[in-house]
């Protein structure tokens, strides 16, 4: 049996799955510090950590959820 709770790393393809953005997208984001941080995995590859994009993703609902509390109370 798998243990569960080992991070799971993910492609940056897998990244742009999750999230629905393009890899360009997700490259400006991570230049802006608005992504999580790829792990180097080797020469020229990079992974990402599922349970990080995950969280992201669950913060951008969040802020959504919030900002339309915030319109509804103008």
Do not use: H
Not at 15 to 21: D, E, G, K, M, W
Not at 24 to 39: D, H, L, S
């Amino acid at each position: 049996m798998p243990n569960t709770e080992l991070p799971t790393l993910i492609s940056l393809n897998d990244a742009c799955q999750l999230t629905s953005l393009s890899r360009t997208a997700i490259n400006r984001y991570r230049a802006e510090g608005r992504f999580p941080q790829p792990v180097p995995v080797g020469f020229k590859r990079i992974a990402f950590v599922r349970a990080e994009v995950v969280a992201w993703i669950e913060a951008r609902i969040a802020e959504r959820s919030g900002a339309s509390r915030d319109r509804g109370a103008k």
